[in-house]
C-alpha cells in the first residue's frame, strides 16, 4: 500500500515536472510575459496528460514510456493555450497593476511625502522652496 503511494506520487511529480518543462520553454520564448498566469494551466495538462495514457489502457512498459512524452505534450497545449487567452483578452493589461508592482503608482494615503534632503539632486545648502512658498517682504 505505501509503496503503491510512494510510486504514484512520483509519478504525479514526475507529470508535473514535465509539463513545467513544457511552460519553461514557451516562457523563454515569450520573454515570460504572461508566465505566472500559464503555469497552473501547464502543470494540470502535464499532470492529465501522464493519466490520460493509462487510463487508455496501456498501464504495462509502453504505458510508462508513452506517458512522460503526453505529460509534456499536455502541459505544452495547455501552457500554449493560456498564453494564448493572456494574448487575446488582453490580460496583461487588466492585470497590470499585479505584473509590475514597482512602477505602479502608490494610493495617495500611504504615499509618504520625501524630505528635502531625500530627493534625488538635492544638496543641504540649498532653498528647495519655490517662488511662491517664498515669503513677501512686504508682508512683514
Known sequence: MLFDAIFLTLFFLTWLLLGATAWIALSIRRQAHGALWALPFALLGGAGGGVFVPL??????????????????????????????????????????????????????????????????ATLDSDQRTPADQPHPESD
Open 56 to 121: 487508455l489502457g496501456l498501464d504495462d512498459g509502453w504505458g510508462l514510456a508513452i506517458s512522460m512524452p503526453a505529460a509534456g505534450l499536455g502541459g505544452g497545449l495547455l501552457a500554449w493555450a493560456a498564453f494564448r487567452v493572456w494574448d487575446d483578452r488582453d490580460l496583461g493589461a487588466r492585470f497590470a497593476r499585479w505584473a509590475t508592482p514597482g512602477t505602479a503608482p502608490l494610493p495617495k494615503s500611504s504615499k509618504a511625502s520625501p524630505l528635502d534632503s531625500e530627493q534625488p539632486g
